[in-house]
């Protein structure tokens, strides 16, 4: 009960601050101003998490089969769409017509829009990739039942959590899960990544994204969810002065969160940085975690740059740098706690 009510002040002080604060200088574009496009001749796995999952998020979409792509430019997909889908577990025809049509694709992510190519085949429809994704990157075939999330600390369970991980990757690419067959994670098999192709990003993942967000538990739904959110944040759309804020709560709610869990840990680190301090810590020690809280302050201060960050609550605009900002700032805690408890 105190926590049902610790949040639901939480929440009053959340909506007050933003009723004192009044609109943010800078205004973001509201999921339902995005525009994706799911690419795919039937079902994977004969699920539709895909489209249910931009659903639920009230993002705008279209569906498109690999023949009706033939009929699209490059620029014509770049004037409509924000994101690309390529969805999982395709007959081989899909693939076959996909392959040729990979430079539009790549040309469209170079304008600064976002591919988000679900990787994952050897599935029931048969179909294999038969060309490299952007940038030479290319899927080995590979079963794990677990899948490590680097960011949280977290696994992926799934019947088949992935069906392959990367080779190729760019040094510039972002590591997000990797395989974890024995429920150890193995860097040296990363299965999604997000990496740049000119200005825009290619979200690669070998998860079966489709099977498990239908048929797993909830922490798909979630994890997919914040990866859309996560790659939207990324297509290169010029935020609008005197765009309304977004109605309802998806956005706020992930950002309130990132917002606390900053602020709490960066407390928390304060504390145990000055008592490690105080106790002799080690140099080395104390700089990694110094290297993370500066880091979070930074992506921190990039959340900040359209006003307040809690006028912003509804923005997708800052949720990748409030994301990060937590993250970053829940491993400087970290390994200040891990290297007190073994002193």
């Known amino acids: 009960m105190k926590k049902i009510l610790s949040a639901a002040l939480s929440l ?15 205004s973001a574009k509201p999921l339902s101003g995005y525009n994706v496009l799911i690419l795919k001749n039937v079902d994977a796995w004969n699920s539709p998490a895909v489209e249910d999952t931009l659903t639920d998020m009230g993002v705008p979409y279209d569906v498109m089969t690999s023949t009706e792509l033939q009929n699209k430019t490059a620029q014509g997909l770049i004037d409509a769409y924000d994101m690309i889908i390529v969805v999982s577990d395709q007959p081989q025809s899909f693939y076959d017509q996909i392959g040729p049509q990979m430079g539009k694709l790549e040309e469209y992510v170079r304008a600064g829009k ?35 999330v680097i960011a949280n600390n977290t696994t992926l369970y799934s019947s088949y959590a992935s069906h392959g991980y990367f080779v190729g990757l760019p040094a510039d690419a972002e590591i997000i899960t990797v395989q974890a067959p024995t429920g150890s994670p193995d860097y040296g098999k990363p299965s999604t990544a997000i990496y740049t192709l000119g200005n825009g990003r290619v979200f690669v993942t070998g998860l079966t994204i489709e099977y498990s967000v239908a048929r797993r538990g909830p922490e798909w739904k979630a994890f997919y969810t914040e990866m859309v959110m996560n790659n939207l944040g990324y297509s290169q759309t010029a935020p609008a002065p005197e765009m309304p ?12 969160y990132y917002y606390t869990q900053y602020h709490r840990n960066l407390e928390r680190y304060n504390a145990l940085y000055e008592e490690a301090f105080a106790g002799g810590m080690d140099n080395e020690t104390l700089g990694l975690a110094t290297i ?31 994301r990060k900002a937590a993250l970053h700032q829940k491993q400087a805690v970290k390994i200040l706690e891990e290297a007190m408890a073994d002193r």
């Open 114 to 148: 976002v591919l988000e190519i679900h990787a994952a085949n050897w599935g029931w429809n048969g179909g294999l990739w038969t060309t490299p994704l952007p940038r030479n990157v290319t899927i080995v075939r590979s079963y794990s039942s677990y899948d490590y």
């Open 12 to 26: 009053l002080v959340l909506f007050s601050l933003m009723a004192v604060l009044g609109p943010p200088a800078v």
């Open 292 to 322: 993370q809280n500066d880091t979070a302050a930074d992506y921190y201060a990039n959340a900040s740059q359209y006003g307040p960050v809690v006028a912003n609550f509804p923005r997708i605009y800052i949720f990748i740098d409030l």
């Open 245 to 256: 804020i977004q109605r309802g709560i998806n956005v706020m709610l992930f950002n309130f």
